[in-house]
T-cell receptor, first 115, second 114 residues
Framework: DQQVKQNSPSLSVQEGRISILNCDYT??????FLWYKKYPAEGPTFLIS?????DKNEDGRFTVFLNKSAKHLSLHIVPSQPGDSAVYFC??????????????FGSGTQLTVLP | DTGVSQDPRHKITKRGQNVTFRCDPI?????LYWYRQTLGQGPEFLTY????????KSRLLSDRFSAERPKGSFSTLEIQRTEQGDSAMYLC????????????FGEGSRLTVL
């Protein structure tokens, strides 16, 4: 049962344009949503997060949008830079007892920013 | 630098052998996590510690897996009688957000079981 889904395995964007990465979830008990970036041979790096009580959080070039009614979140990167090329994981944390602290990850989207 | 060191970075072993991975967080963070990542998938939760207490274990953690954090600082993850399906990246993380789930991951230990 995949509770967090990233349906696009890859995305290519021209440098300077906007990158939009999408993520869907099924469990309404998630209370925090996070985005991680991963380069080859490295561990995931935390990028940005959003609480379920908000619908937008912005940090520099990165903005995360949350649509709770659609159970959908997205990460916008603008302007995109070649150094942004990496695998991006969406993750969610639940409020349900017994697993309140674990993160559930999507399968990732490979972003390639073309110069 | 995420403040989490993992050792070894890469381990190649034959099926049936035991392997142990070590995780050293930069400071004695209360919460320490182990995740596993296979090719084409996101990290999957294995277990987590609050200080030296192991508070939760995933159903992915079979009887062949054991994790410890004896003094509430470093942690070890041992896999006994390895199987080819154990081949994966094993990631350790410390929690940085007080209540937000933000984790700092180490660079991981890649296990290849032949």
């Amino acid at each position: 049962d995949q509770q967090v889904k990233q349906n696009s395995p890859s995305l290519s964007v021209q440098e300077g344009r906007i990158s939009i990465l999408n993520c869907d979830y099924t469990n309404s008990m998630f209370d925090y949503f996070l985005w991680y970036k991963k380069y080859p041979a490295e561990g995931p790096t935390f990028l940005i997060s959003i609480s379920s009580i908000k619908d937008k959080n912005e940090d520099g070039r990165f903005t995360v949008f949350l649509n709770k009614s659609a159970k959908h979140l997205s990460l916008h990167i603008v302007p995109s830079q070649p150094g942004d090329s990496a695998v991006y994981f969406c993750a969610a944390r639940g409020r349900f007892s017994g697993s309140a602290r674990q993160l559930t990850f999507g399968s990732g989207t490979q972003l390639t920013v073309l110069p | 630098d995420t403040g989490v060191s993992q050792d070894p970075r890469h381990k190649i072993t034959k099926r049936g052998q035991n392997v142990t991975f070590r995780c050293d967080p930069i400071s004695e963070h209360n919460r320490l996590y182990w995740y596993r990542q296979t090719l084409g998938q996101g990290p999957e939760f294995l277990t987590y510690f609050q200080n030296e207490a192991q508070l939760e274990k995933s159903r992915l953690l079979s009887d062949r897996f054991s994790a410890e954090r004896p003094k509430g600082s470093f942690s070890t993850l041992e896999i006994q009688r390895t199987e080819q399906g154990d081949s994966a990246m094993y990631l350790c993380a410390r929690e940085i957000g007080a209540n937000t789930g933000e984790l700092f991951f180490g660079e991981g230990s890649r296990l290849t079981v032949l």
